[in-house]
């Protein structure tokens, strides 16, 4: 049986403590805890708990909405292991962390946990699809994945110091679900130590009116501290609506000037990110799909004094140093039955896979650093500058796929 710090699983006593080398429950509301997602995933056997796991496995505490610090000391005295750490919908926290046979390593990062409810009168209104995702629930849900993952000890605390950048946006940011999808949004936590919280709020085919619309943004303020940040990136979706007072120029606009105007009146910060490019090639340079919108993101910022990450040029210079071919390496192009179901060639020229996600996050990372932000402070002693001009190479990234696979595309384009 797991270990509590506080003696019982509560509501109120939000500091758990699990010795990972002993028998886990399966997961049920009456307990709060155990193994979870059993559809999906490998729930260790005994002969597997004080050594090393043979598959990936999912651990799911049941908290409220807010931040925790989570610590894993990973490894085991019998094997040696390699553990990959993500939550909830895939946010990546640790890549394959190696621990030869008797070692083992501490990490810790801080995950953020949201529910839809805003308040007794006001939800979150969820796409049907969405009632699946991981981060909607009432569960901190912890992945372990990677060649041979293992695990000897997991603790959560709450956390209330933490910086949180909220993220704003679509389905070019949001935690992706299921494979082979990604985003930026959910590669983004990888990159910062347990000073700063990641909470993704995107969601795929929402435009600014949209995302506002379903209260989200509602969410973000109810969640958000004095000094917190807000990223938003829309564009992609907002440029297909056609009706009265639609464009790039009113309604676009005047919706970035409403997140501008409610975060800062809850005494947060906002940072605008321009859209992704689209992989549309013509004569070996990538073509303007999104018409006036990046500019007019831009001047909403400009008269209005927020800071821009320029995503959209260093995706253009990241698509055009691969080239046309090599950039479908960074989207959703795979071959029939390279995936469980998948009757068909996958081809998405906007929704990136994992690799390209994993590079579009390190172009965030690289803004925050140009614009001086305070998180840059806080990145993990392994960051590395990143230069979209020059890629990391596709052909040695690897990402050890989750068991959830989904063949179609997630809304927008």
């Not at 007794?120 to 049907?128: G, I, S, Y």
């Amino acid at each position: 049986m797991a270990l509590c710090l506080m003696g019982i699983i509560s509501m109120s006593a939000q500091s758990f403590e699990f010795d990972m080398s002993k028998p886990q429950p399966l997961y049920s509301e009456g307990l709060g805890f155990g193994w979870d997602m059993l559809e999906y995933a490998h729930v260790p056997s005994a002969k597997e708990l004080s050594g090393v796991y043979s598959g990936p496995a999912y651990f799911s505490v049941k908290v409220p909405d807010g931040n925790y610090k989570v610590t894993v000391t990973l490894g085991s005295k019998r094997k040696a292991g390699n553990t990959v750490v993500r939550a909830e919908n895939r946010r990546l926290f640790l890549e394959a962390a190696p621990t030869k046979k008797g070692q083992f390593k501490t990490y810790s990062f801080i995950i953020n946990k949201r529910s839809p409810y805003i308040s007794d009168k006001e939800r979150v209104k969820l796409k049907d699809r969405e009632n699946e995702y991981f981060h909607w629930d009432d569960r901190l849900t912890l992945e372990f994945n990677g060649p041979s993952p293992a695990v000897r000890s997991i603790k959560i605390e709450v956390d209330t110091t933490a910086l949180t950048i909220f993220l704003c946006g679509n389905s070019t940011v949001v935690d992706q679900n299921r494979e082979p999808w990604a985003s930026w949004g959910q590669m983004f936590p990888r990159w910062f130590d347990d000073k700063v919280a990641v909470s993704n709020h995107a969601e795929s085919g929402l435009t600014a009116g949209s995302f506002l619309a379903s209260n989200r943004l509602d969410k973000v303020l109810q969640m958000m501290h004095k000094g917190d940040y807000v990223f938003c990136e829309f564009g992609h979706n907002d440029q297909k609506e056609h009706g009265p007072g639609d464009g790039a120029w009113y309604n676009f606009s005047h919706n970035l000037k409403l997140f501008i105007d409610k975060v800062r009146g809850r005494g947060g910060n906002i940072v605008f990110v321009t859209p992704t490019q689209r992989r549309r090639f013509e004569q070996g340079r990538i073509v303007e799909t999104h018409g006036e919108y990046p500019d007019a993101m831009r001047a909403v910022a400009r008269r209005e004094n927020v800071p821009v990450i320029e995503v959209h040029e260093m995706t253009r210079t990241f698509f055009e140093s691969l080239g046309e071919e090599n950039s479908k390496r960074a989207l959703v192009h795979y071959p029939v039955n390279t995936f469980p179901g998948q009757t068909t060639e996958l081809a998405d020229n906007t929704h990136f896979n994992p690799f390209g996600a994993y590079e579009v996050s390190k172009m965030v990372v690289m803004g925050i650093k140009q614009l001086g932000l305070p998180m840059a402070k806080d990145l993990r002693g392994d960051w590395k500058d990143f230069d979209p001009s020059h890629p990391d190479d596709w052909h040695t990234y690897r990402w050890y796929a989750s068991p959830v696979f989904e063949v179609k595309k997630p809304d927008g384009n």
